[in-house]
């Protein structure tokens, strides 16, 4: 079955010569050749232009956008410098209290040890046995 199947093919895609006169009939039909378009080099089409400057806009639209944008990015990056200050005196302050809590409990533990340890010892003959 393939055999066969190629086989078709190539008979169907053999070349085949074309009739007399075909190619004079196919140049017949095309349209009639148009002149080259002529193209002008820039630096003749400026030359050709009055001598005007740019507009009063063009002139001064560049300058105002690169610096309308500066304003705005140093704007930006003080307020993210100022919110950062706030964020880290916040924690500074968090930190104060939580040491200043920490130290208070200490204190109080190590009073507790001090009594402990300041209080005199009982004298019973049960406790003496357990000291050792």
């Known amino acids: 079955m393939n055999e066969d199947f190629e086989n078709q093919l190539r008979r169907a895609l053999r070349p085949v010569e074309p009739p007399e006169g075909f190619a004079e009939r196919v140049l017949r039909q095309l349209p009639p050749r148009r002149a080259p378009a002529t193209v002008t080099p820039i630096a003749v089409a400026r030359a050709a232009r009055p001598a005007t400057g ?34 880290e005196q916040r924690a500074g302050l968090e930190a104060s209290r939580e ?10 533990k190590l009073d507790l040890a001090y009594e402990a340890v300041q209080r ?9 046995e357990n000291r050792s």
């Not at 040491?99 to 409990?105: S, T």
């Not at 005199?120 to 003496?128: I, V």
């Open 120 to 128: 005199p010892a009982p004298q019973s003959a049960d406790e003496e």
């Open 54 to 87: 740019p507009s009063l806009w063009r002139r001064i639209s560049t300058p105002t956008a690169l610096a309308a944008s500066l304003i705005v990015a140093v704007l930006a990056g003080r307020h993210v410098a100022d919110e950062r200050a706030v964020a």
């Open 99 to 108: 040491l200043m809590q920490a130290l208070r409990v200490t204190s109080q």
